[in-house]
């Protein structure tokens, strides 16, 4: 069997940072969820992307949650949702008791449609805060969400977890809303195995979120709790493991673009395929490259060829208002990401590929239009 080429799987420094932090925290015998590494880590995390403050936490998702609760959601409270996304960001609403109504992509981003989220507004004045997700680390029409959530007084969550290291305007996303929420699971960017990091500017709710993740645990001498709490803190050698691939995000983002530009110039005359839109004010980190497909040739045949070479690719992410669990609730859309969904594929985007592997990706893709 030939090799495998993966998704985008973890890709360690080639220089070893990583078990220098390690290391480190085995050596100060800090083997917890806090420490020199998770100190550092949300400082030089929040220095990288431009952000006035971070809580290192143990995913993505417990971000998303995090800023939620930071934002005041509560039990009955309407969240607006990018439909397009990982099941996380919709199921952080839910750990609320939150009421999630699903906004579709427009064609220009494949993220939330600006003119939905006007809509849904007129649908629910009330909602309380908008979740807007940079699919693929492609950037949303910041701007125009940002101008909208403050017409109606709600809070703007950026879920960054696809997008660490992508630009809007010159700005990292996740720094540009209230909150921004960052994953650092196995698949994505850089990786601590599993983890996340929330970023705001607001001080005031990073240290409480820091509080909530560490099962709210008041000042006092004996063990008291005032407000329900979370087990959610990064542990000290997973923020070494973040700071060792902090080093290397530069490179890492350089080669996810790599990827994508080999793939456009090798695939892009094939009948029907068009590539995901990159739009003059977005500088996407390319953590995936994904295509859509118009012709005969169907997601499933090019995920079927590569699967019988010993290579990983997968569909688009199902949408959440056509997922089982989340089918009944509200949608505000014209079937945009259906679309996408129904016609697109996630190329092998991992850094560790070379260009032998590109060109076996891409030879086998172009044997479909033989």
């Known amino acids: 069997m030939k090799s495998k080429i993966w998704l985008s799987s973890p890709h360690m420094s080639e220089e070893g940072y990583e078990m220098q932090y390690i290391k480190k925290g085995f050596e100060s015998n800090w083997i917890a969820p806090l420490g020199e590494n998770v100190d550092n880590f949300e400082k030089e995390l929040a220095e990288w992307v431009g952000a006035g403050y971070a809580a290192a936490l143990s995913s993505g998702t417990a971000a998303i949650h995090m800023a939620l609760k930071a934002a005041g959601v509560d039990e009955g409270d309407i969240v607006f949702c990018s439909t397009l996304t990982f099941a996380a960001t919709a199921n952080a609403i839910i750990y609320q008791n939150a009421i999630p109504v699903f906004i579709d992509s427009d064609e220009k981003t494949w993220n939330m449609d600006p003119d939905l989220l006007e809509e849904a507004f007129r649908k629910y004045p009330q909602a309380k805060a908008v979740i807007v997700v940079h699919i693929y680390g492609l950037a949303a029409d910041l701007d125009r969400i940002v101008d909208i959530c403050g017409r109606h007084g709600a809070v703007l969550i ?27 699971n196995g698949n994505k960017i850089i990786t601590t195995s599993g983890g996340g990091m929330l970023v705001s500017g607001n001080r005031e709710r990073i240290e409480k979120v820091r509080f909530w993740a560490t099962q709210a645990r008041d000042r006092a001498r004996h063990y008291q709790h005032s407000e329900l709490g979370y087990n959610y803190r990064m542990s000290n ?12 995000l530069d490179r890492r983002i350089e080669k996810k673009r790599y990827i994508f530009d080999y793939y456009r110039r090798e695939l892009g005359q094939l009948d029907g395929i068009s590539f995901m839109p990159i739009n003059e004010w977005n500088e996407p980190n390319c953590w995936l490259t994904c295509i859509t497909l118009s012709g005969r040739v169907r997601p499933i045949d090019i995920i079927e060829a590569l ?9 688009i992410w199902k949408p959440m208002h056509l997922q089982p669990y989340y089918q009944d609730r509200d949608f505000i859309g014209s079937g945009v990401s259906d679309a996408i969904f129904e016609n697109g ?7 560790k590929m070379t260009d032998e592997d590109l060109d076996r990706v891409c030879g086998i893709i172009k044997g479909l239009w033989k």
């Open 158 to 184: 950026e879920d960054a977890a696809e997008s660490l290291g992508t630009k809007y305007k010159g700005r990292y996303t996740g720094t540009i809303g209230d909150y921004g929420a960052f994953s650092f």
């Open 237 to 248: 050698i997973v923020a070494g493991i973040g700071r060792g691939q902090l080093k290397v």
């Open 307 to 315: 699967e019988a070479d010993n290579i990983e690719s997968r569909p």
């Open 345 to 351: 594929v996630c190329l092998p985007s991992d850094t």
